[in-house]
């Protein structure tokens, strides 16, 4: 499988020297000891300073974000951070770099961010959801204030009918699924629109965008963010649905306790809870063309490896028929 408008082993040159020099351009000394941290899209590395410090370095994949993407990403979180909002922003650089947050060395664009800890939220304990709920709407009351100019907005189009599109045009699905999987994908979509709009003309901010566990880490202290790679701007619901999992009682339930504490801060359009299982949706289509996208990627095929075969495509036809089924049923009660 291949992409020909990927970027073909986008990080080939970016040896451990190549790491330690971006370092060195941003003002910082490392020691030498570096871990990759587990990221796909970018290349993320924990690395340790001469000083005793360290630091988290992620180097950005070309062509999928613009300077002024990632700068407006960085702004954000540096306006979160302003605010107390416990979201891990970039460092303003030193260096050559001086008084950036975007260091640039030989065709790599990359940033430097302090390191922090923690370990996945416990989703099952209330307490917890009500407290994520909280953090995420003190996220929303700072990302309402004013929308993204440069990054994109999540809707129907960009995270359905594009990435279909696309998959189509490259005949990436095998030829014995090709026809079930198009008919579920199509009909998935139309159930997508007819939920957009049952919701109407709903509110969109800026959102951190890929609210899920794996992005959200937990200390005694609380949650934090230590990624806003995906923010862009859209409905509030889609920083809410991913910490719902189970039968509709348990997401109802669970719904209620983040609610609770997500309207503490900001309060919540009640016509959005039609799109919870849209956006699931849109999740799952974009999802099977990320990875086909990436798979000129080195670490796309060894991290994948089911991805692409005819069993896989035809579990993607099961998901999305009851992905259908459940954009049909009402909204959950919030």
Request: glycine share 8%.
């Amino acid at each position: 499988m291949s992409d020909p408008t990927s970027c073909a082993h986008p990080y080939a040159d970016l040896t451990p020297d190549r790491v330690l020099d971006a370092l060195e351009h941003a003002g910082m000394r490392g020691d030498g000891r570096l871990l990759q941290l587990n990221s796909y899209e970018n290349r993320v590395f924990l690395c340790h300073l001469e000083d005793g410090g360290s630091v988290v370095v992620k180097f950005y994949r070309p062509q999928r974000w613009n300077d002024a993407q990632i700068l407006e990403e960085h702004a954000y979180a540096c306006e979160l951070a302003q605010a107390e909002v416990p979201v891990v922003a970039p460092l303003v650089l030193s260096g050559a770099a001086a008084g950036q947050t975007l260091g640039h060395l030989g065709g790599l664009r990359f940033s430097v961010s302090p390191r922090r800890g923690g370990r996945s939220p416990e989703l099952d304990d209330a307490r917890t959801l009500r407290w994520l709920g909280r953090f995420i709407g003190r996220i929303h009351a700072v990302g309402a204030l004013q929308p993204f100019v440069h990054r994109p907005t999540l809707d129907a189009s960009s995270f359905g009918e594009e990435p279909l599109a696309w998959l189509l045009d490259h005949g990436l699905v095998p030829p014995d699924v090709a026809p079930a999987w198009t008919a579920a994908a199509r009909s998935a979509l139309d159930g997508v629109r007819r939920c957009f709009d049952a919701a109407g003309d709903v509110r969109r901010l800026r959102l951190h965008g890929d609210c899920h566990v794996g992005n959200i880490l937990w200390t005694e202290a609380g949650p934090h963010f230590v990624d806003l790679d995906d923010a862009r701007m859209g409905p509030a619901v889609q920083d809410l649905w991913m910490l719902l999992s189970g039968d509709r009682g348990a997401m109802t339930r669970q719904l209620g306790e983040v609610l609770a504490g997500y309207e503490d801060f900001m309060a919540f359009d009640r016509r959005e809870l039609h799109l919870v299982e849209a956006l699931r949706t849109l999740r799952q289509l974009h999802f099977s063309a990320w990875l086909a996208r990436r798979w000129d990627d080195p670490a796309f095929p060894a991290a994948f490896p089911w991805f692409g075969s005819s069993a896989w495509w035809s579990g993607q036809v099961v998901q999305l028929r009851e992905q259908l089924e459940a954009m049909a049923e009402p909204p959950l009660a919030g």
